[in-house]
């Protein structure tokens, strides 16, 4: 059975640029690469600050358009930089998260291949190459239509942002597989959410080098299970790519296909369209992670793997098991 697809991108997401950096333009090119025929192009959209302010505080909103409005390069951090164009090109990079989840609800899977990347940003905070938080953004605004909204966060980092906004929250459920000890040093297990969100966050840090068979068997006994338990009503996955064997963060061994695994792993525990929000992901073979991510999407066959994951990740899911809602 085939189904419906759409990509969100366009030459807008260029604008936010400093080549010298490793989250530059030449990415978003990579990630467009391979998309195939059958996916339905829709153009970027932008947030309003309303949508901003239902995760992010006023203060940090005005920031960034304040360092925006010099027009030249100025670095937050050591990390994350805002150049004259970064502030409209971040509200579009927002609002094309929302409608990623806005075409989802009505049926249709799409991924929205955006920049700047947002799962670092926290409420009064940019990091890590981040602006505003464009998954949480879009589980906003979902919260507003549906009851509960689930986050699957797959980038090699910990989405500490998306955590933080939803730490207190029953109606999201944030589920993180990320590399331990990696930046931003956040994510341990023991990071289960606090008042009515107590259980609501799960958090699987795996060790460097790991493969499809650790993430297929963690996705299976864990994500998939607190899904099932929770029922979304929406799934957002941030998306990063960067876990890819031959990208420069040279953390994790997997290779494009193994996303179109994991992509089908959620769509059977959910059984309904996903919205896909592009994170990480700075490697040559992220257009081609991004094709097999669609692939599994439209519904083409994916070879499951039948490895066995390290004892480190049975580990993990052994203690994810006794925390999970």
């Not at 090699?156 to 000890?181: A, E």
């Not at 040093?185 to 009515?196: A, K, M, N, S």
């Not at 941030?238 to 031959?246: I, N, T």
């Amino acid at each position: 059975m085939t189904h419906r697809c759409s990509a969100i991108y366009g030459d807008e997401f260029t604008v936010h640029e400093l080549d010298i950096h490793r989250e530059n333009r030449e990415r978003l090119l990579r990630a467009v690469s391979r998309l195939p025929d059958y996916v339905n192009h829709l153009r970027p959209v932008e947030a309003s600050i309303a949508d901003l302010e239902r995760v992010h505080n006023r203060r940090h909103i005005r920031m960034i358009e304040y360092f925006s409005s010099f027009g030249r390069t100025h670095y937050i951090d050591m990390d994350t930089y805002v150049t004259g164009g970064s502030f409209e090109t971040a509200l579009l990079a927002a609002g094309s998260a929302i409608r990623a989840a806005e075409r989802a609800l009505d049926g249709e899977h799409c991924f929205a291949l955006i920049r700047p990347p947002g799962h670092h940003a926290e409420p009064d905070r940019a990091m890590g190459f981040c602006l505003f938080n464009n998954a949480a953004v879009a589980a906003a605004w979902a919260l507003e239509q549906v009851d509960r909204v689930a986050i699957l966060d797959w980038d090699l980092h910990h989405g500490n942002g998306t955590q933080k906004i939803f730490y207190q929250s029953d109606r999201v459920l944030f589920c993180s597989v990320h590399m331990s000890n990696a930046f931003p040093g956040t994510g341990w297990i023991d990071e289960i959410g606090e008042g009515r969100g107590l259980g609501f966050t799960l958090n699987a840090p795996i060790r460097q080098g790991c493969g499809i068979d650790d993430y297929a068997f963690l996705f299976s006994e864990v994500f998939a299970e607190a899904l099932n338990h929770f029922k979304p009503d929406l799934l957002i996955i941030s998306a990063g790519q960067d876990p890819l064997g031959d990208d420069p963060m040279n953390g994790m061994r997997l290779v494009p296909q193994d996303f179109g695994v994991l992509t089908r792993i959620l769509m059977e525990a959910v059984d309904q369209p996903l919205a896909l929000v592009l994170e990480g992901g700075y490697g040559p073979s992220l257009g081609e992670a991004v094709a097999g991510i669609f692939g599994a999407l439209h519904g083409e066959p994916v070879r499951m793997p039948y490895g066995n994951p390290r004892e480190s990740t049975v580990r993990t899911v052994t203690q994810l098991e006794k925390v999970m809602i």
